[in-house]
């Protein structure tokens, strides 16, 4: 007679320590074994889109800084990129250059994090404090900037809110030669370790067409092997002018894809945002940040979707305007929002356990997953 | 890489009375406007024919148009009859990097738009996030549910412009 | 500290109130449950880290409610989340106590005037002892606000119920 069994279902519910925020799980596993995952979302709603509709264009800024409140720089970056294409204004180079040294000093902050929520959901607690302390280095260059330790209102449209600090450059220099031995101490202590690999190597693969087909951006992408970058394929800002390399997943312990890829690619992407903030610190030309930023902002009618590339992946902003002070509409393309799909593709046949695993790699944030 | 006009009249030749319009006067990017009931086959065909390759979808976003009628209800709140809702879809191909962009418009007393989720699966919880949000119904959508307000919330669709706020919910005061 | 002051004078013999002796190893060891809603648990994170340590306070993070005795509330409070914010605080043992930090938990924050969704401070489901303000308040704010909650604890008395 054959056992009668019943699959069993799990919550892992909105109060989680390793869920990265409120985001509640529900899995019906057999036994230990994962059959189906299935996110439910919208703890963190904050009705940002009704907001957007309710403030004047610069009143909006603030308020996109709390959507991924992990790369607040890059989202005022989105944000304003887009309305300055609405209005058709050219921008001082001297912004453009602090506007690229902000964002990737911003890339490298981000990633930190990630990593080191990663490796503390595995279980490794060591490089948790180890980078934090080095995200404190970033943290106060930006305080020295602007006041603010995280979130900054600091890139307007057509300008800056406030010019760098004199030693800005100066520390900025500092910074980088302290970092690069940072990393090869992240190799030796976690990317190269024996438990991380057995944990990570081999799970949650995702192949490229199921990644493009379901929208993936990001690291989440370029772990799968293709080399697809926002800052190569659709220029903004003057990325032409750096060089720097994209970095893919290669399977180099594992298959091409699992979560160690997705974390390699973080890992390599800190190191060439370094070179590119070496490319730019040093030949910052003069002007002033203020003199392009517009009295009255009150763009013509018309929609435009612009998009830069954040951390966790490809940042969109759709804006459509009436000719009023108060935009029409505003749609926040988030990248977290689409990468979070995949969860349900990858998690199937996996142990409970690599389910922490996965999420840590996806690296969501739920601020901009709920907006 | 091809670019909107041709796109326009490659459509129209397949399609015909499908495709509505391309609209130009915009100043940052040309829009095609679609029947609301023929965007599936529509997509699928950008997807699978070669010379288009269209194989993500960016973004799919609800907008109210608010361009109906505006009454007074016995509360003394605007209401809005009539008028139109629309879905703009965001298309690139990462082989051929082009752009194109669709949208699709649909009479405001009971919204139905044909949904993409065959085609691209993207649209899976971008297509539940414009039902919740604006109440447009997505026909063949396996699972189309609330998916950012808690799933017992009766008090209407919050993006559209006439949406009034509750007082209590579950015992807790809403406003300020 | 008052009670370290009486001296070892009989030879490792102390002699305190009862109240000043409960109320001196409460506040010495506040566990606290991980619960970290939005961008001010990162700055609750920052906190712990070790550049402004968390832990020479006492403070651990705890995972589950039944073994914690004070939440720190960090981040926007919604209305789908605030029912389970409530069976969380019914689930904790006595004493306990809660820290409102940022000014989303306080009074809902930016989103105070066309947030339909978010609850303007979570002081409308559960009773909070100390509020830090500031959006998001510096890890310095963060450990002035565990310093005031101390300084409440010192001043609590076995007689008189608490809350």
Same mark, same amino acid.
Request: zero cysteines; aromatic letters at 0%.
């Given at each position: 007679m054959a056992l009668k069994t019943e699959t069993m279902v799990l919550n892992m519910g909105p109060q989680h320590p390793s869920t990265h925020g409120v985001l509640r799980l529900e899995l019906e596993a057999e036994g230990e074994l994962i059959l189906s995952v299935k996110p439910h979302i919208g703890y963190l709603h904050r009705c940002f889109e009704k907001h957007a509709e309710a403030m004047t264009y610069p009143q909006v800024i603030p308020y996109t800084d709390r959507l991924d409140y992990l790369a607040a720089m890059g989202n005022n970056f989105g944000y304003v990129i887009a309305v300055e294409k609405l209005l058709g204004i050219q921008i001082p180079e001297r912004v453009e250059y602090i506007r690229v040294i902000m964002a990737e000093l911003q890339r490298i902050a981000s990633h930190l994090v990630a990593i080191a929520t990663n490796g503390a959901d595995i279980g490794a607690l060591t490089p948790f404090l180890y980078l934090f302390r080095d995200r404190e280095y970033i943290l106060s260059l930006f305080e020295m900037t602007c006041g603010a330790r995280m979130l900054y209102n600091y890139m307007w449209i057509g300008g800056l809110s406030h010019d760098i600090h004199p030693d800005f450059v100066r520390k900025t220099k500092e910074f980088i030669n302290h970092f690069r031995p940072t990393v090869v101490e992240l190799n030796n202590l976690l990317t190269f370790n024996k438990i991380f690999i057995e944990r990570t190597? $081999?799970? $949650?693969i995702l192949p490229i067409d199921t990644a493009i087909n379901f929208g993936a951006t990001g690291p989440v992408l370029r772990g799968s092997g293709l080399a697809f970058d926002v800052r190569r394929e659709d220029p903004y800002s003057i990325y032409n002018r750096f060089e720097f390399e994209i970095p893919t997943g290669k399977g180099l312990v594992g298959t091409v894809g699992d979560c160690w890829d997705r974390y390699y690619v973080r890992v390599l992407e800190m190191e060439q945002s370094v070179r590119i903030i070496e490319q730019a610190i040093d030949n910052i030309p003069e002007g002033d940040v203020h003199s392009a930023i517009p009295k009255r902002i009150k763009p013509p009618k018309g929609t435009v979707y612009a998009r830069v590339e954040n951390p966790r992946g490809e940042l969109g902003y759709f804006i459509i305007s009436d000719g009023n002070l108060n935009p029409f509409r505003v749609k926040v393309r988030a990248p977290s929002f689409v990468n979070l799909e995949v969860m349900g593709e990858l998690c199937k046949g996996h142990l409970v356990a690599d389910v922490i695993a996965i999420l840590g790699s996806l690296d969501i944030v739920l601020g901009e997953i709920d907006r | 890489m091809k670019n909107p006009e041709e796109i326009f009249e490659l459509l129209k030749n397949e399609f015909g009375e499908a495709i509505l319009s391309l609209d130009k006067e915009t100043p940052t990017e040309p829009i095609i406007s679609i029947n609301s009931l023929q965007i599936h086959k529509i997509g699928a065909f950008l997807r699978d024919s070669d010379e288009f390759k269209v194989d993500s979808l960016m973004v799919l976003s609800g907008v109210d148009d608010a361009n109906g009628t505006k009454i007074k209800d016995e509360d003394g709140v605007d209401v809005i009859n009539g008028g139109t809702l629309s879905v703009y879809y965001h298309l690139h191909s990462t082989s051929l990097k082009h752009k194109i962009t669709l949208k699709v418009s649909t009479q405001r007393e009971d919204p139905k738009v044909e949904s993409v989720y065959n085609v691209w699966r993207t649209s899976d919880w971008h297509e539940r996030e414009a039902f919740d949000m604006f109440g447009i119904i997505f026909l063949n959508h396996p699972d189309l549910r609330r998916i950012l307000m808690p799933y017992d919330w009766e008090a209407g669709y919050p993006l559209r412009k006439d949406y009034k706020n509750p007082e209590f919910y579950q015992g807790m005061k809403v406003p300020y | 500290m008052g009670l370290l002051d009486k001296e070892f004078s009989d030879g490792n013999i102390v002699i305190a109130k009862v109240d000043d002796l409960m109320n001196w190893a409460r506040l010495s060891s506040i566990w606290q449950l991980g619960f970290g809603l939005a961008c001010c648990a990162i700055e609750m994170m920052a906190t712990s880290a070790s550049h402004y340590d968390f832990d020479r306070f006492g403070v651990i993070p705890r995972n589950t409610p039944r073994q914690a005795d004070a939440i720190i509330i960090s981040g926007t409070v919604t209305l789908k989340m605030a029912t389970r914010i409530k069976r969380l605080y019914e689930q904790m043992p006595d004493p306990k106590y809660i820290i409102s930090m940022g000014s989303c938990a306080n009074c809902g924050g930016p989103y105070w005037e066309h947030g339909y969704h978010v609850l303007k401070g979570i002081d409308r489901v559960i009773p909070v002892d100390v509020y830090v303000p500031g959006c998001p308040p510096r890890p310095e704010a963060l450990l002035e606000g565990l310093l005031k909650l101390q300084e409440k604890i010192r001043n609590e008395s076995l007689r008189k119920k608490i809350a």
């Open positions: 190597a $081999g799970i $949650g | - | -």
